[in-house]
């Protein structure tokens, strides 16, 4: 059996279909008590059904990182390499909505990207600075190897999910997702530069250097 036969039989159960579109939909992380609610079954069922979505690819679990007391939640989000498939919005849908906003605004890709950037920044999850900026990498499907070095961290994306696009254009799509670190990095004692090569071949790199200081 492929994987997309897997994918398939594991959505064929009507509850399980349900928890993977809440999911889908959310566009964000989602916690095994707001599933159980969604389906009015009990924390073992619900995470049965999570197993499932999981073994099959079609979602990703993670444990919740926490900077205040308490066991942390299992959390789980759509696997990148799942979207665009089985009624879920792909990376380019996304990208769509990315380039709508530049021409609405009449601003530039890396404008935008800054601004989405900043609103990531902004959310309450406090990550580092190069650990955030490795989990938006991760969620957006760029599959990043990261290394760790005494001032530096270089993540070397394994690959461009908007590679079709990123090789006719890629200064309207490199111009974004280095906006879209600077974003993120904003207010930070940290310097972040992007690194493009091939699209089709990957192995753009996002190099970040931190201050002597804060080392």
Same mark, same amino acid.
């Given at each position: 059996?492929?994987?997309?036969?897997?994918? /398939?039989?594991?959505?064929?159960?009507?509850? @399980?279909?349900? =928890?993977? @579109?809440?999911?889908?939909?959310?566009?964000?992380?989602?916690? +095994?008590?707001?599933?159980?609610?969604? +389906?009015?079954?009990?924390?073992?069922?619900?995470?049965?059904?999570?197993?499932?979505?999981?073994?099959?690819?079609?979602?990703?679990?993670?444990?919740?990182?926490?900077?205040?007391?308490?066991?942390? @939640?299992? *959390?789980? @989000?759509?696997?990148?390499?799942?979207?665009?498939?089985?009624?879920?919005?792909?990376?380019?849908?996304? *990208?769509?909505?990315?380039?709508?906003?530049?021409?609405?605004?009449?601003?530039?890709?890396?404008?935008?990207? =800054?601004?989405?950037?900043?609103?990531?920044?902004?959310?309450?999850?406090?990550?580092?600075? /190069? $650990?955030?900026?490795?989990?938006?990498?991760?969620?957006?499907?760029?599959?990043?190897?990261?290394? $760790?070095?005494?001032?530096?961290?270089?993540?070397?994306?394994?690959?461009?999910?908007? /590679?079709?696009?990123?090789?006719?254009?890629?200064?309207?799509?490199?111009?974004?997702?280095?906006?879209?670190?600077?974003?993120?990095?904003?207010?930070? $004692?940290?310097?972040?530069? *992007?690194?493009?090569?091939?699209?089709?071949? /990957?192995?753009?790199?996002?190099?970040?250097?931190?201050?002597?200081?804060?080392?």
């Amino acid at each position: 059996m492929n994987e997309l036969q897997i994918q /398939a039989k594991a959505l064929g159960d009507p509850t @399980r279909f349900k =928890i993977y @579109r809440y999911i889908v939909d959310s566009n964000r992380d989602v916690n +095994v008590a707001e599933l159980t609610k969604l +389906v009015g079954f009990n924390h073992n069922a619900v995470r049965q059904h999570l197993n499932l979505l999981v073994s099959a690819g079609l979602v990703i679990e993670e444990l919740e990182l926490r900077t205040q007391p308490g066991r942390p @939640r299992l *959390l789980y @989000r759509l696997s990148p390499e799942a979207e665009g498939s089985f009624e879920s919005r792909g990376p380019y849908s996304w *990208l769509a909505g990315v380039l709508a906003r530049a021409l609405a605004d009449k601003k530039a890709t890396r404008e935008i990207g =800054i601004e989405l950037g900043k609103e990531v920044s902004e959310q309450e999850i406090e990550y580092d600075i /190069a $650990d955030r900026i490795e989990v938006e990498m991760i969620k957006k499907g760029f599959k990043p190897e990261r290394t $760790d070095k005494r001032t530096a961290v270089d993540i070397k994306m394994e690959r461009c999910p908007f /590679a079709e696009v990123a090789k006719d254009l890629p200064e309207l799509i490199c111009q974004f997702h280095l906006g879209y670190v600077e974003g993120m990095a904003e207010g930070e $004692d940290i310097s972040v530069q *992007l690194v493009p090569k091939d699209p089709t071949k /990957a192995g753009c790199r996002i190099i970040m250097e931190r201050s002597k200081a804060s080392v």
